[in-house]
Structure formats: C-alpha cells, structure tokens
C-alpha cells in the first residue's frame, strides 16, 4: 500500500514539474481586434503544444493607443510580453526601433521565399524592412462603403459608385426620412490613425500620393487642401454628415451605423460582423457593403489596413514565439478569423473559400479592392507624418483653422520629416 502511495506521489510530484517547466508566451492584441475569437484559436493551440501557455493582454481600441503603451513597454525593453499584433503601418517603426526580432533567423532564404509568396503581395512586402522580414501577416483589411440597403431600396437608389452620387442619395434619403437620429456619410476626423486615412482618400482617388517608389515627398499644397476641403463640404455645404466629425472615430462610426444611425459609412471590414451577429445590432440584414466611390473622371480608392504579427525583441521565449506566429499566420487561422471576426484574409484563396463566403457573401468582390487598396506612407517616422495629417484634418473639422492654412502646414511638416 505505501509503495502504491509514494509511486503516486512520485506521478504527481513528476506532473507538477512538467506543469512548472511549461513555456509561458504573452500575446498583445488591440480591443477591437476580438480577443474573445482569439482565445478560442490560442486554445486550439494549447491543445496541440501542451507544453505551452498562452495568455492574452488586451489594450487600447485604437491603433494609436496600442502603440502608446507598446513605445512605453519596448523602449524599457521590457520581456513580458512575447508576440505583438502590430498594424501595417508599423513594421518600419519596429526595425528602426529594434523593437521585433528578425525572423529570418528561423528560416532559410528559400523558405521564406516559398512562405512569402502564399500571402497577397502587399502584406508580403509591408513586413520586409531593409531586406529584413519583422512580421508575418495576420488578416489583410480595407476601407468600403457601407450602406443601409432597405434604405436605398426605399428610395429605388442603386448604390452609389461616385461621391457625388453618394452626397446627392445622402440627401434624398434624409429629406424623405425626417429622422433627426439619422446622419449620411459616416468617416472618421477625430485624431486617429483612421483619420489618416480619411484625409489621403481624395489625395488617392485624384490620382495623387504623398510619396513617390523611391521615397521623395511629392504631395502638393492643392492636392492636401482639396481633399480637406472635400471633408469639410461634407458637412457645411451638402449637410450630410453632422457638425461634430471632429469627434467621430472609426468605431464611434461602427457604433452608430449598428444603432441606425448613418445612411453611408467609411469602414474597415470588422464591422460586417458586428453589424451582422451583434446582440444589440438594429441594423442586421439592412447592411450592404461596396468599393469606395470614385470622383467624376477619377477612381475608386481604398486605403490599406491589416495586423501582423511580430516577436518581441525582449522576449525570452523567442524560439517558441516563432512556431506560436507561424501557426496565427496560416491558412487555418485566417479563415477562422474570417468566418467568426469578417477579418479579410491574407490569402487569396479564402476569398473564394464555400465556409468563408457563406458568413461573408460580400467577400466575393472584396479581393479586387484589397490588392487595389493604397498603403500609407512607409517611413520610419510615420508616427510624426500620421500626426501631421489627421492634425490638419481634425482642426479643419472643428474649424479651428481653414483648408488653406491647414494645407500648408501640412506641407511644411511633411517637408520637415521627408527633407525638402
């Protein structure tokens, strides 16, 4: 009997170490970026590695935040946290910064050709900075034009391919409706990373750029105040868009438009989902979502969003970092992530997945837009050229500085980061 007992014993004690020894790895994700689907695929994960420990920090609901607390965590090279969801916009910032551990050090040059290829080519190529892969991608994302489809359809109105079509559908529908809780186009102006976005939209759709392939600053004086101007005639010369856009983040936008509360909205794919499965949603079955109108004469233009994934530099779980990415990185994550979360996939083959179609009808038309979809300015100041812009577009919103002054000061920042 006492042998049974201390053979026991020994199996428990044996059992507790192995506990003990299990690798731990912390992940850091956004707000938005739905915490409660990644737990499920870091689960499937723990699963598979039961030697591994995934645990999750959550913060900040906009990109910006995110990377206010991360600058603080990684500047004092911090270990506790191991893998980073990291916008598109940041692999830059991270090299400059060594703040991400190259991952070319768990794979050969030829693998990682092979592996890169598997990915749409702007996700590929916005994660390898000065020859050096930072990131691997997670889900690829663009800006679309959501609308109320029973609304449209009210009205006998096809949606709108060009801005005027959408300004002049805007206004029908209000002045038919009479409802003092509904807006037109929804975009974002408050000072965000979305805001960006909102300000290069008409820069884009003109067939203008901030820079050129090889990194000279070429975005024209007329070129930044058109486009706030575009913004600010939005609402006080067509009065579709409400006089508070200064305060409208994206997913202030998101949360309205579920609420029944815009005709139009400027968004990133994530709220399809939202407006379709959430609990307190008014708008499901009324969403329809297409390309970003165009002006007269020029194109549609979309602006390109998408997470990645990167290792911390200062993590010391690094090799065990890597497998957890090269498993959040696959064709089986991100379809999950597609299905449950709408996220866009950063494969091209999803978009024509059965599973992934059936819980987002639209993505069979989303795949042009993504690989057509114009990216940011890659620098390694891009938080100080992002600054200048949704600065400038945020103040013109508030009226606290005209299109014209805020164009130039616009210019002379952008002169100051890029060398004139």
Same mark, same amino acid.
């Given at each position: 009997?006492?042998?049974?007992?201390?053979?026991?014993?020994?199996?428990?004690?044996?059992?507790?170490?192995?506990?003990?020894?299990?690798?731990?790895?912390?992940?850091?994700?956004?707000? #938005? #970026?739905?915490?409660?689907?990644?737990?499920?695929?870091?689960?499937?994960?723990?699963?598979?590695?039961?030697?591994?420990?995934?645990?999750?920090?959550?913060?900040?609901?906009?990109?910006? #935040?995110?990377?206010?607390?991360?600058?603080?965590?990684?500047?004092?090279?911090?270990?506790?946290?191991?893998?980073?969801?990291?916008?598109?916009?940041?692999?830059?910032?991270?090299?400059?910064?060594?703040?991400?551990?190259?991952?070319?050090?768990?794979?050969?040059?030829?693998?990682?050709?092979?592996?890169?290829?598997?990915?749409?080519?702007?996700?590929?190529?916005?994660?390898?900075?000065?020859?050096?892969?930072?990131?691997?991608?997670?889900?690829?994302?663009?800006?679309?034009?959501?609308?109320?489809?029973?609304?449209?359809?009210?009205?006998?109105?096809?949606?709108?391919?060009?801005?005027?079509?959408?300004?002049?559908?805007?206004?029908?529908?209000?002045?038919?409706?009479?409802?003092?809780?509904?807006?037109?186009?929804?975009?974002?102006?408050?000072?965000?990373?979305?805001?960006?976005?909102?300000?290069?939209?008409?820069?884009?759709?003109?067939?203008?750029?901030?820079?050129?392939?090889?990194?000279?600053?070429?975005?024209?004086?007329?070129?930044?105040?058109?486009?706030?101007?575009?913004?600010?005639?939005?609402?006080?010369?067509?009065?579709?868009?409400?006089?508070?856009?200064?305060?409208?983040?994206?997913?202030?936008?998101? #949360?309205?438009?579920?609420?029944?509360?815009?005709?139009?909205?400027?968004?990133?794919?994530?709220?399809?989902?939202?407006?379709?499965?959430?609990?307190?949603?008014?708008?499901?079955?009324?969403?329809?979502?297409?390309?970003?109108?165009?002006?007269?004469?020029?194109?549609?233009?979309?602006?390109?969003?998408?997470?990645?994934?990167?290792?911390?530099?200062?993590?010391?779980?690094?090799?065990?970092?890597?497998?957890?990415?090269?498993?959040?990185?696959?064709?089986?994550?991100?379809?999950?992530?597609?299905?449950?979360?709408?996220?866009?996939?950063?494969?091209?083959?999803?978009?024509?997945?059965?599973?992934?179609?059936?819980?987002?009808?639209?993505?069979?038309?989303?795949?042009?837009?993504?690989?057509?979809?114009?990216?940011?300015?890659?620098?390694?100041?891009?938080?100080?050229?992002?600054?200048?812009?949704?600065?400038?577009?945020?103040?013109?919103?508030?009226?606290?500085?005209?299109?014209?002054?805020?164009?130039?000061?616009?210019?002379?920042?952008?002169?100051?980061?890029?060398?004139?």
């Amino acid at each position: 009997m006492k042998k049974l007992f201390w053979l026991a014993l020994a199996v428990l004690v044996a059992s507790g170490a192995v506990a003990q020894q299990a690798t731990r790895l912390r992940v850091f994700i956004g707000g #938005q #970026q739905r915490p409660d689907v990644m737990r499920k695929i870091l689960d499937a994960y723990q699963q598979r590695n039961p030697g591994v420990r995934v645990e999750i920090e959550v913060g900040g609901a906009t990109s910006d #935040q995110q990377q206010q607390y991360l600058t603080t965590v990684l500047a004092s090279r911090d270990p506790s946290i191991d893998v980073i969801l990291i916008d598109v916009i940041r692999p830059a910032q991270y090299a400059a910064a060594k703040w991400s551990d190259t991952l070319d050090k768990y794979l050969p040059a030829a693998s990682r050709a092979n592996l890169l290829k598997q990915y749409l080519p702007a996700y590929a190529k916005a994660n390898v900075i000065n020859g050096q892969l930072i990131a691997l991608p997670s889900f690829a994302d663009a800006q679309f034009l959501y609308y109320r489809k029973d609304l449209l359809e009210k009205y006998n109105l096809k949606p709108p391919t060009t801005w005027d079509e959408a300004i002049k559908q805007a206004q029908t529908i209000l002045a038919g409706e009479r409802n003092p809780n509904l807006n037109g186009i929804g975009f974002m102006g408050n000072i965000s990373e979305g805001t960006v976005c909102s300000f290069l939209l008409p820069i884009w759709a003109a067939g203008g750029d901030v820079d050129d392939d090889s990194g000279k600053l070429i975005l024209t004086e007329a070129q930044a105040r058109n486009s706030l101007q575009f913004w600010l005639d939005l609402m006080d010369k067509h009065k579709v868009s409400p006089p508070n856009m200064a305060e409208k983040a994206q997913d202030t936008i998101r #949360q309205e438009m579920q609420a029944g509360r815009w005709v139009f909205g400027t968004l990133f794919a994530y709220a399809w989902n939202r407006f379709q499965n959430d609990a307190d949603s008014q708008v499901k079955g009324k969403i329809g979502v297409v390309p970003l109108p165009r002006f007269e004469g020029g194109r549609s233009a979309s602006c390109l969003g998408g997470w990645q994934w990167t290792i911390s530099d200062f993590s010391k779980n690094k090799a065990q970092a890597y497998k957890l990415v090269r498993y959040l990185s696959s064709p089986e994550v991100s379809k999950v992530l597609a299905i449950e979360a709408s996220n866009l996939p950063v494969f091209p083959s999803l978009y024509k997945d059965p599973d992934v179609l059936k819980a987002n009808p639209w993505f069979a038309d989303a795949l042009p837009v993504v690989q057509a979809a114009r990216a940011r300015p890659v620098h390694p100041r891009y938080p100080e050229v992002a600054d200048v812009m949704r600065k400038a577009l945020n103040a013109v919103l508030a009226r606290t500085k005209t299109p014209e002054a805020a164009a130039k000061e616009v210019i002379g920042g952008l002169q100051a980061i890029y060398g004139k």
